[in-house]
Every structure is written in structure tokens, then in C-alpha cells.
T-cell receptor, first 114, second 117 residues
Framework: QKEVEQNSGPLSVPEGAIASLNCTYS??????FFWYRQYSGKSPELIMF????GDKEDGRFTAQLNKASQYVSLLIRDSQPSDSATYLC??????????????FGKGTKLSVIP | GAVVSQHPSRVICKSGTSVKIECRSL??????MFWYRQFPKQSLMLMAT?????????EQGVEKDKFLINHASLTLSTLTVTSAHPEDSSFYIC?????????????FGPGTRLTVL
């Protein structure tokens, strides 16, 4: 059973601070890692993906991957109230018969306080 | 990013009726589409994987006779909830793989909120 674990939160940070979101996964064969943002009542929106160990930066967002520790994180710098949402970690692994499956964590709810 | 649309965005129906939800990839060809269901305050749960021109693969616990999936073209997949009951009320979301990018990223449609009375 592939598992993706996230702290459900809520995580509250003041505006302008760095928000740190964490995710661990159980399948060592996992190949790619995604962060999605989901506003209440809306579908997930892709923020970033990462495949290789280390950091990947895109604007205010930095994804960090450590495959040895089976750990992936998302840092949001200069947090804004509009960043308040649920952040979903998703892990893609080979599921057999030539296909890949995306497994989602339950999400971390982030609240950015003005 | 790639665009995926869903129709309808919201549907209310009586218990026992069938509801069809369409998922379209608007600017790319999607060989694989996925159907998810999300109950309030829960995470996304994969229901089935739909490959163009072949039968869908259903996740354990998902009734294939109740949730009919058709993927007739590279841009359209449909999910039909047959004989819907109140416990089927949920947020149904499709996603599609874009094959034009090496990242093989899944993009989500806006979702369909189903309420069964």
C-alpha cells in the first residue's frame, strides 16, 4: 500500500513569513513528486514538480526532495494571504502494466495571517 | 499549463437517476485520464484510470457497473454515475496526462459537484 503522509495542520504563518510544508512517502520506487494547491471547493492546481534530489526554485516557491529520507517539502517565501489553501503532496510511482499512478496525501491546510 | 474542462460544474439529481460527467482536454491529446472523488475534508481518492480506446482500470472498492467510464477519443472521457444515491454525493474531478511534455504532469479539471437528493 503506497502511502503519502502530510501534517493536516492547520499551519498558521504571519504574512511575509516562510511557510514550510512537509511530506513523506512510503514507496522507495517513487519517481516524481508534485505539489498542488487546492482552494476550498475548487480542484487542485499544480504548483511545482520535482524529480531529482535537492532544491528546485520557482518564484516564491522552493521544492526540496530527499529520496534517501523519502521526504519532500515545499517552502513558500514571503507568504501572502492569497496563499491560504490546502496544499497536496502527490507522488507518482510505477503501478504496473506500463502505467503510473499518482498517490495524494491528505493535504496540509495553510493559513496566512495578515 | 494544459487546460482540462469538465461539464457540468454542478448537478443536483434525484436518487435513482443517472448522471453523466464529461472531461475534455482542450489543448492537448490525453492518452490517459483519471477520475477522482473527494468527500468533504478528505483527500483525493482515485476511482479509475481511463485509457483511450480501452476499458478503464478501477481501483479496489469502486464498482465498475455503477461508475461507467468511456474514453472514446484522445480529448474526451465520460463518467456516468448510474442509479445515484445520496452517498454518491461528492466532488468528482478528472485529470489528464499531457504527452507533449517530458514531465508527464497531470492537470486537473475544475471538478463537478454532485448532490443526490
Amino acid at each position: 500500500q503506497k502511502e503519502v503522509e502530510q501534517n493536516s495542520g492547520p499551519l498558521s504563518v504571519p504574512e511575509g513569513a516562510i511557510a514550510s510544508l512537509n511530506c513523506t512517502y512510503s514507496d522507495r520506487g517513487s519517481q516524481s513528486f508534485f505539489w498542488y494547491r487546492q482552494y476550498s471547493g475548487k480542484s487542485p492546481e499544480l504548483i511545482m514538480f520535482i524529480y531529482s534530489n535537492g532544491d528546485k526554485e520557482d518564484g516564491r516557491f522552493t521544492a526540496q526532495l530527499n529520496k534517501a529520507s523519502q521526504y519532500v517539502s515545499l517552502l513558500i517565501r514571503d507568504s501572502q494571504p492569497s496563499d491560504s489553501a490546502t496544499y497536496l503532496c502527490a507522488v507518482k510511482a510505477y503501478s504496473g502494466a506500463g502505467s503510473y499512478q499518482l498517490t495524494f496525501g491528505k493535504g496540509t491546510k495553510l493559513s496566512v495571517i495578515p | 499549463g494544459a487546460v482540462v474542462s469538465q461539464h457540468p460544474s454542478r448537478v443536483i439529481c434525484k436518487s435513482g437517476t443517472s448522471v453523466k460527467i464529461e472531461c475534455r482536454s482542450l489543448d492537448f491529446q490525453a492518452t490517459t485520464m483519471f477520475w477522482y472523488r473527494q468527500f468533504p475534508k478528505q483527500s483525493l481518492m482515485l476511482m479509475a484510470t481511463s485509457n483511450e480506446g480501452s476499458k478503464a482500470t478501477y481501483e479496489q472498492g469502486v464498482e465498475k457497473d455503477k461508475f461507467l467510464i468511456n474514453h472514446a477519443s484522445l480529448t474526451l472521457s465520460t463518467l456516468t454515475v448510474t442509479s445515484a444515491h445520496p452517498e454518491d454525493s461528492s466532488f468528482y474531478i478528472c485529470s489528464a496526462n499531457t504527452v507533449k511534455q517530458s514531465t508527464d504532469t497531470q492537470y486537473f479539471g475544475p471538478g463537478t459537484r454532485l448532490t443526490v437528493l
